[in-house]
């Protein structure tokens, strides 16, 4: 069965850099969710996307963004990045709002 | 506060042998509470989603009941074998309107042969 696919799976950037993380929600899940988690911390939630609107916020900082798009794959822009954004980045899919969240494998990023 | 608090930490079994986790929660308005496997570096892995009518919900060798009165649930693994060494994560998630999760901090398992 088709899982939800990050891109890229690890991600090396330096200090005020910027970066944009993929994701392509399981065929026919029309909800994106993006989700944080620092060394030894549980995921936060960032942002989520249904119908390629934003439906809910989190976390998020200022210098991140992010949309979903005609294909309902989402995209996350990083700008001016800071050593405190390495951390693993997960993007999940829902068949529609309120039902099970399918993470994707993650997208390790290091600021150096 | 919406939290989420699980024990213990971390969990040393032998390969064969049975163990809880345990979730205690206190988010308001409970929809519904899943139980999450994460191997280091991987996304979560669902096991198992109860709502608030299901008291007990199995997948295999893991059971997970929900208490909504004592707001408590706990996960049981049975002959655990050495692929179940993971973070276990017990998520609540909140109904407001789109469904918001609140991640406990997980147990950290580890099965020894």
């Known amino acids: 069965a088709a899982g939800v696919i990050q891109s890229p799976r690890h991600l090396i950037k330096e200090k005020r850099e910027t970066a944009t993380l993929k994701c392509y929600p399981i065929p026919r899940h029309d909800t994106v969710y993006w989700y944080q988690q620092g060394p030894g911390q549980d995921p936060q939630f960032l942002i989520s996307f249904y119908e390629k609107m934003q439906s809910d916020k989190g976390s998020i900082p200022d210098r991140f963004s992010a949309q979903q798009f005609s294909d309902y794959h989402s995209e996350l822009n990083m700008s001016s990045l800071e050593l405190g954004d390495s951390a693993l980045y997960f993007c999940a899919s829902s068949p529609r709002q309120g039902t099970e969240q399918y993470f994707g494998p993650g997208t390790r990023l290091t600021v150096t | 506060k919406n939290q989420v608090e699980q024990s213990p930490q971390s969990l040393i079994i032998l390969e064969g042998k049975n163990c809880t986790l345990q979730c205690n929660y206190t988010v308001s308005p409970f929809s519904n509470l899943r139980w999450y496997k994460q191997d280091t570096g991987r996304g979560p892995v669902s096991l198992t989603i109860m709502t608030f009518s299901e008291n007990t919900k199995s997948n295999g060798r893991y059971t997970a009941t929900l208490d909504a009165d004592t707001k408590q649930s706990s996960l049981h693994i049975t002959a655990s074998q050495l692929s179940d060494s993971a973070s276990y994560i017990c998520?609540?998630?909140?109904?407001?309107?789109?469904?918001?999760?609140?991640f406990g901090t997980g147990t950290r398992l580890l099965v020894s042969p």
């Open positions: 998520v609540v998630s909140a109904d407001t309107g789109f469904q918001k999760l609140v």
